[in-house]
């Protein structure tokens, strides 16, 4: 059985930091591209960024320079550490799996506000 286990999200004033962890189980983790994705209320899940199983990344340009994916795959986790956070970052944040078949987490919600 696949999970993916999001922790880390909580409440943040602007300009502050989180780090979010995504632990991965019943999946051989390193070949896997992971993906974090976020949903505001009332709007479409959009990327955030991919990390490659060649530790690659790319992100959207609304989080460049501020968010950073990495990846431990002796722990089966995908983490997205978001600086410099702009109450625009409020959202429930999920990862995903992708090697063919996709996978998702049951996400973390995020909150910037003063």
């Known amino acids: 059985q696949v999970q993916l286990v999001e922790s880390g999200g909580g409440l943040v004033q602007p300009g502050g930091s989180l780090r979010l962890s995504c632990a991965a189980s019943?999946?051989?983790?390193?070949?896997?591209?992971m993906g974090w994705y976020r949903q505001a209320p009332g709007k479409q899940r959009e990327l955030v960024g991919v990390?490659?199983?060649?530790?690659?990344?790319n992100y959207a340009e609304s989080v460049k320079g501020r968010f950073t994916i990495s990846r431990d795959n002796a722990k089966n986790t995908v983490y997205l550490q978001m600086n410099s956070l702009k109450p625009e970052d409020t959202a429930v944040y999920y990862c995903?799996?992708?090697?063919?078949?996709?996978?998702w987490g049951q996400g973390t919600q995020v909150t910037v506000s003063p």
């Open positions: 990390i490659t199983s060649g530790g690659s990344t």
């Open positions: 019943g999946i051989t983790f390193s070949l896997y591209v």
């Open positions: 995903r799996a992708h090697f063919g078949d996709s996978y």
